[in-house]
């Protein structure tokens, strides 16, 4: 007999596939025959069907939102604290969508699947996606279960931009929508960022214009680089002083290249995990959506204008840590709602943890987010 | 006849070589035969041999520190608005020196150097040099050249922590220490920024263990990646945004790998450039040495106990958008220097421009620097 699971974990999930066969015209001009989006479920569509919630991802992360596979005990959902019976948000009362956007590595079409005009792995030629198209295939996939409209969509970071993409692709659609640790638009500094992230993996020998699956490598030591420099920006100066210090690994200076500081030490682990299971394709396009996502760009960058299609009522957190995405930049987007006099509800968290803190406990952004769902009529 | 150099410059400067024969112990345990530093000076060393300054460079600098050679007259010296007749750092008055640090790669004995005891070139095999390294080599030039006691050492970074390591290691020959934009010692986010510009050039398949010279190659690839992230640090994200904002460079986004935003050329041109001239053997000692620096770590992370030793009186200037080496950072060394009532005058500009405004023409920056040389008695 197995260990019971948590009372309040949504158990054991199963991930399922959906076919799509009627081809997607993306923002870039390719057009995606037929796709496949990876997916899991949890609690129950009510039978007025207004309760179901996406749960839309960020960069590191997929449809598996919550709990636990039947075959990988240890593999939890990467937003497992969030979501759940009892939870904040509560599959007891909601029906909880996650998916795995296009161009991922987790399940749905992307770089790594066959391209039907060759046969072979689309490698290079899977074309760049947008948050935008992300979001025209979730409205698939919501269709495909029978949701005319999402009483909320809901992520962190870059899931909070799909949130926001969701009120301007289709207003009639979503119902509420809550933006946490994001942005209306990446800086110059994420860029940069973002940019030599790419340049570590294009430039890795191993990549072969992305075409590396053909030659049975990977770009790992670019995508090992990508992840480290990403995890920095996870991080605030302060949570990695607090967590690491100066601390040497072995309690003296090495004189030579070998790890010193165990912040050495957890960035190359880090890495190392991450360039084994991820694929490098996928990280340069999640990248590119980041950067390309800017929906005030139509509207000679007033991001007002651009938020007057919205109908839906927001929830925007922000964390006073996260200098990847300040708390700053949560305030333009809650200011552009407001001067569309639409409803938002605007938390800037005291929060140490820099960007990161959108997966943790805070008790505060915890209770926030139990209460804003607690208030969505059914 | 060439164009006058402007009234202010110190004009056509020659760089020199001093060789040093006895051999120097390292703190890392090795002991360096005897070695070269490259060197330049500004100026007349006045009769009581009272006027000397000198001023150290940080990553990318050297001994170049003003004016221009005669066959490149296009190569002006690192800190050539601070340096020269009539300038903050005036050459009428004091007789200046510039020297390239020892395992650098413009002149002194560094990894491209020829090993004695092989007769081939140091590669991989160069010692790992200290701050403390730094200073003791540059004593000895100071021995070279007849100056007992420095009127002053003046640097911005890393070369503020020579200027700080000074007060240190020869309290009685120096007066003033001038500390810019620096730190008493790197943050976990800092050293970690570090690791990931290292590791991108010691797993380039071209590094071979830093014997890459051998196998008629450079770490060029890592060498760029790890130009193009410090860039980053460099700079505040307000400048960038206000230099580079999200101007795309051909006007459209590009839906591929290419280049779209302005940011994006500008770092890699940056990474080109410097990868083409600098060498990898001593940019991963550059960054160990910044890593290594931490005065307070022998009094048990007391930087008051640690600054006990020193005599000199200081001038501590910050920038407010330096996020690499922030305003904070400085306050502490202006502490402990307190602690010890030691003599210290402080300035914390507001100034936009990051990290890098050290190196800018900031009018309050340039007279605060001035006011204070004019007020240092010869």
Redesign the interface.
Known sequence: MNAPLPMDSVGIVTPQKARFAEPLAL????TLPGFELAYETYGTLNAARSNAVLVCHALNAAHHVAGVYADEPENVGWWDNMVGPGKPLDTNRFFVVGVNNLGGCHGSTGPMSANPATGKQWGGDF??VTVEDWVQAQARLADHLGIETFAAVMGGSLGAMQAMQWTLSFPDRIRHSLVIASTP?????N???N??A???I????DFHGGHYYGHGVVPR?GL??AR??GH?TY?S?DA??E????TLRSGT?G???DI??E??SY??YQ?DKFSTYFDANTY?RIT?AL??F?PA?AFDGNLSKAMARAKAAFLVISFSSD?RFAPARSREIVRALLDNRRVVSYLEIDAPHGHDAFLMDDARYMNAVRAYFGNIDL
């Open positions: 923002k870039g001009g390719a074309p760049v638009k990446l800086s110059a500094q860029i940069a960022f940019e030599v790419r340049q570590a294009t430039t890795d020998p030591t090992r680089l480290m420099l920095i991080l100066d990695m002083m967590k690491f210090g100066r200076l004189f030579n290249f010193d500081f912040i050495e960035l190359r890495g340069l590119k950067d390309y800017d760009a200098w």
